[in-house]
């Protein structure tokens, strides 16, 4: 992820803020929930679920044309769907 993307929405860097909540899968189907400023990646998360402020701060990355058809994001944020 290409920080310029990230530097513009509205979040403070030091998990307080909470406007980077997302809601993930794991490999194993586990659904969990976190920040993702705390949240290490590992092979076969699926993210479910974004916060309104991180869909906003990565509309440039979810609205291009390689994103609707390769985009590990596939369900809906708060504000409706990802792509």
């Given at each position: ?16 803020c909470k ?22 990646v590992v ?34 944020s708060d ?5």
């Amino acid at each position: 992820m290409c920080m310029e993307d990230v530097s513009c929405g509205r979040f403070c860097w030091n998990q307080e803020c909470k406007t980077c909540a997302i809601a993930y899968e794991l490999e194993s189907g586990e659904p969990k929930t976190g920040l993702s400023c705390q949240t290490m990646v590992v092979e076969g998360m699926e993210i479910i679920k974004i916060s309104k402020e991180l869909k906003w701060a990565l509309r440039s990355i979810l609205s291009g044309p390689a994103s609707e058809s390769s985009s590990p994001v596939s369900a809906q944020s708060d504000a409706g769907p990802l792509g």
